[in-house]
């Protein structure tokens, strides 16, 4: 199960890895990209974060956020 944090540390890495514009399919069916969805919801990720301090439910999100946007691994080296 995932918390709040995970999704959101997720987002938030995928979106500074990956831009993509700011957009999922998700965000561009609310009229908003990533940045502005987390900012509305109050969130301020770690100045630490990055993929290897992250909780395994977080990577997990991640992952499946790269596969599906990307097809291909993460960026920055093996994120398994």
Same mark, same amino acid.
């Given at each position: 199960?995932? @918390? +709040? ?7 938030? /890495? ?6 993509? $514009? ?16 987390? @900012? +509305? ?7 630490? /974060? ?6 395994? $439910? ?23």
């Amino acid at each position: 199960m995932f @918390d +709040r944090f995970d999704v959101c540390d997720a987002y938030w /890495l995928f979106y500074c890895h990956w831009h993509r $514009g700011g957009m999922t399919l998700r965000c561009e069916a609310k009229g908003r990209g990533i940045a502005e969805q987390l @900012d +509305r919801m109050r969130y301020r990720p770690s100045p630490l /974060l990055e993929l290897d301090t992250m909780s395994d $439910g977080a990577r997990e999100i991640y992952e499946l956020l790269v596969a599906e946007y990307h097809h291909t691994c993460c960026p920055y080296g093996d994120a398994a």
